[in-house]
């Protein structure tokens, strides 16, 4: 087993904790995430974020389906949840992708 060196060691990513090490790697520093499970941890794959993402999109078609309220017509309006979800999930994956190579820092 060989010795690694890093600047900081992050442990968990969740949501709060995924910005650190983004930061510290852009400013050149060599760093170490600890993650029990996947990159980002709960929040950032199967609780809030995802939540989030799923809500957004169920109140978009609630305001659009009240839009004749508004003076607005929009016609029908339905949810192809096939999209939702692969909208959900692929933002999990953003997320997790950032912490993997974070935009504007090289591998030393």
Avoid: W
Avoid at 29 to 44: H, K, S, W
Avoid at 49 to 54: E, I, L
């Amino acid at each position: 087993m060989t010795d690694e060196h890093y600047d900081a060691i992050v442990i968990g990513t969740s949501q709060g904790g995924r910005f650190l090490p983004v930061e510290l790697a852009k400013a050149g520093q060599r760093v170490a995430l600890v993650e029990r499970d996947q990159l980002g941890g709960v929040c950032v794959n199967t609780g809030c974020t995802p939540t989030k993402t799923m809500v957004a999109s169920a109140r978009l078609a609630s305001q659009a389906r009240r839009g004749a309220e508004y003076g607005v017509r929009t016609g029908p309006v339905s949810v192809d949840l096939a999209v939702v979800r692969e909208r959900k999930t692929g933002h999990g994956r953003r997320r997790a992708a950032e912490l993997r190579e974070p935009p504007g820092a090289g591998r030393a």
